[in-house]
């Protein structure tokens, strides 16, 4: 296969000169092919959203997996681990994938954890370094959250790589969302600047499933399985008393996959409100008209809303951000909930309105089984990916392949739900909300 247009260009830290370990596995005769080389390059069919302006139809990624050769000695390598951001289902998978390869299969023996995200890489905030092994990372994968913590905030690049070099760490794993991945790339380039031998390998973690050119994040199938019976308790109270309303909210900052997605499993909806689609909320086309209509003839109605829906209905106040740098969004699902009371009031119409907000609930919780298994081979991709000398590069789930995205390629933009697209066009079909309530 050639001429790909698109860079999909891995860089490396070297040569890769010592025999894999994992050679042992290839049966006598068996050709060098089995460790994935250039022409076993995944085609990138572009599937979803409208990337196709991005990317020309020969690109391709490399696929993820063991290299014969490795760059790194197993024997005198430090690697680190450190989970960044919000919480999601399947970190202690993605640690305990990574330390179990490095341990067992590469004979990696000394793997730190980072502890809160990137505070733990400045000496101020005095954050203990674990040490990772098979004993300490055991039934881990069986709780939520993350065993090293996480954090928010910016922290001084230039510090980061000295805790790196004083560390002596040659590969150091980043576990994150986009700001993670912008961090990873700083660092990368700190990294190159100081003339390192360091790899930085991403794993894209966001319940959002909102990374650009990662088609699945783990945590993704957990969050949508949790989100539905958040749902299913939503139907219940709503047609449990007359004129009941049930009100969810799901996370989705800028996109609406796991909304969409939720009700589509859970086929309980009547409105999905989601980012990328603009509301009204007045007005005969407005959703609040539509809402009532429902009401009236069913007697019952669910509504799901994403955190980033509806923020042009919030009058214009000057924007907070986070620690990080995000934007901290307006609460749609309390600000819609005083609306649909306010407007049914206003209507003499008594409604039964119950509020469900499950959000930290769904990210916090441990991985479901899919997640599992998919956490596992992203962990392992990782481990394959940092030994061969790979560096900046994400492990991404593409087009059914497990493929290498450079960081360089995947950061700075986002990926959100089209309109136009299959998955919403399903929930109009399933919701019959035919309309985006614009008046
Ligand atoms: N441009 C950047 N340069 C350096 N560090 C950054 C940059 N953007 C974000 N970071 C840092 O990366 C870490 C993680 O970022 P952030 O809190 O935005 O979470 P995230 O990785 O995007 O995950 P989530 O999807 O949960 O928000 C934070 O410590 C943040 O300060
Ligand atoms: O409350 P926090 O930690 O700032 O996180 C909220 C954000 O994190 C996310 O879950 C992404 O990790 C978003 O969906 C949400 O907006």
Same mark, same amino acid.
């Given at each position: 296969?050639?001429?790909?247009?698109?860079?999909?260009?891995?860089?490396?830290?070297?040569?890769?000169?010592?025999?894999?370990?994992?050679?042992?596995?290839?049966?006598?005769?068996?050709?060098?092919?089995?460790?994935?080389?250039?022409?076993?390059?995944?085609?990138?069919?572009?599937?979803?959203?409208?990337?196709?302006?991005?990317?020309?139809?020969?690109?391709?990624?490399?696929?993820?997996?063991?290299?014969?050769?490795?760059?790194?000695?197993?024997?005198?390598?430090?690697?680190?681990?450190?989970?960044?951001?919000?919480?999601?289902?399947?970190?202690?998978?993605?640690?305990?994938?990574?330390?179990?390869?490095?341990?067992? &299969?590469?004979? =990696? *023996?000394?793997?730190?954890?980072?502890?809160?995200? +990137?505070?733990?890489?400045?000496?101020?905030? /005095?954050? $203990?370094?674990?040490?990772?092994?098979?004993?300490?990372?055991?039934?881990?994968?069986?709780?939520?959250?993350?065993?090293?913590?996480?954090?928010?905030?910016?922290?001084?690049?230039?510090?980061?790589?000295?805790?790196?070099?004083?560390?002596?760490?040659?590969?150091?794993?980043?576990?994150?969302?986009?700001?993670?991945?912008?961090?990873?790339?700083?660092?990368?380039?700190?990294?190159?600047?100081?003339?390192?031998?360091?790899?930085?390998?991403?794993?894209?973690?966001?319940?959002?499933?909102?990374?650009?050119?990662?088609?699945?994040?783990?945590?993704?199938?957990?969050?949508?399985?949790?989100?539905?019976?958040?749902?299913?308790?939503?139907?219940?109270?709503?047609?449990?008393?007359?004129?009941? &309303?049930?009100? =969810? *909210?799901?996370?989705?900052?800028?996109?609406?996959? +796991?909304?969409?997605?939720?009700?589509?499993? /859970?086929? $309980?909806?009547?409105?999905?409100?989601?980012?990328?689609?603009?509301?009204?909320?007045?007005?005969?086309?407005?959703?609040?008209?539509?809402?009532?209509?429902?009401?009236?003839?069913?007697?019952?109605?669910?509504?799901?809303?994403?955190?980033?829906?509806?923020?042009?209905?919030?009058?214009?106040?000057?924007?907070?951000?986070?620690?990080?740098?995000?934007?901290?969004?307006?609460?749609?699902?309390?600000?819609?909930?005083?609306?649909?009371?306010?407007?049914?009031?206003?209507?003499?119409?008594?409604?039964?309105?119950?509020?469900?907000?499950?959000?930290?609930?769904?990210?916090?919780?441990?991985?479901?089984?899919?997640?599992?298994?998919?956490?596992?081979?992203?962990?392992?991709?990782?481990?394959?990916?940092?030994?061969?000398?790979?560096?900046?590069?994400?492990?991404?789930?593409?087009?059914?392949?497990?493929?290498?995205?450079?960081? $360089?390629?995947?950061?700075?933009?986002?990926?959100?739900?089209?309109?136009?697209?299959?998955?919403?066009?399903?929930?109009?079909?399933?919701?019959?909300?035919?309309?985006?309530?614009?008046?």
């Amino acid at each position: 296969m050639k001429n790909f247009d698109f860079c999909t260009d891995i860089p490396t830290l070297g040569e890769a000169k010592i025999i894999s370990p994992l050679k042992k596995h290839t049966k006598p005769g068996e050709p060098e092919k089995r460790f994935i080389s250039d022409d076993a390059r995944v085609i990138v069919d572009v599937q979803i959203n409208r990337l196709q302006s991005d990317l020309k139809k020969n690109s391709s990624f490399d696929q993820a997996g063991p290299r014969e050769k490795i760059y790194f000695d197993p024997s005198k390598l430090k690697c680190a681990i450190v989970t960044c951001g919000g919480l999601c289902p399947g970190l202690n998978d993605i640690i305990r994938s990574i330390v179990l390869e490095l341990y067992h &299969i590469y004979n =990696v *023996k000394t793997i730190y954890g980072i502890k809160h995200g +990137l505070q733990g890489f400045i000496p101020d905030f /005095q954050h $203990d370094v674990m040490n990772l092994n098979p004993d300490s990372v055991s039934g881990i994968q069986n709780t939520g959250g993350s065993i090293l913590g996480s954090s928010r905030g910016t922290q001084d690049i230039g510090m980061i790589v000295d805790c790196l070099e004083r560390m002596t760490i040659g590969i150091l794993f980043m576990v994150g969302g986009d700001g993670t991945l912008m961090a990873s790339k700083r660092i990368v380039e700190e990294i190159e600047k100081r003339n390192l031998k360091i790899s930085v390998i991403g794993i894209p973690k966001t319940i959002d499933n909102d990374i650009y050119l990662v088609s699945r994040s783990f945590g993704f199938d957990t969050a949508v399985d949790v989100a539905t019976l958040a749902i299913k308790g939503a139907h219940n109270e709503a047609i449990a008393y007359p004129n009941g &309303i049930g009100l =969810v *909210k799901l996370m989705g900052r800028h996109s609406g996959f +796991l909304a969409a997605t939720a009700a589509l499993a /859970q086929q $309980d909806a009547n409105f999905v409100l989601i980012p990328e689609v603009d509301i009204s909320l007045d007005g005969k086309n407005g959703f609040l008209q539509a809402l009532e209509n429902r009401i009236l003839h069913r007697k019952h109605a669910v509504v799901i809303v994403a955190e980033g829906a509806g923020q042009k209905l919030f009058d214009k106040q000057q924007k907070k951000f986070d620690p990080s740098g995000n934007i901290v969004l307006q609460d749609i699902g309390l600000f819609l909930k005083e609306k649909i009371s306010q407007w049914f009031k206003a209507k003499n119409i008594p409604i039964s309105l119950k509020y469900i907000d499950p959000s930290y609930i769904i990210r916090s919780l441990p991985a479901n089984a899919n997640d599992s298994v998919f956490c596992g081979f992203l962990g392992r991709d990782a481990v394959h990916a940092g030994m061969a000398g790979k560096t900046k590069l994400l492990i991404s789930f593409w087009n059914n392949h497990y493929v290498h995205v450079p960081m $360089d390629a995947a950061s700075g933009k986002r990926k959100n739900l089209d309109p136009q697209g299959k998955l919403w066009q399903s929930i109009l079909e399933a919701t019959g909300q035919d309309t985006f309530f614009t008046d």
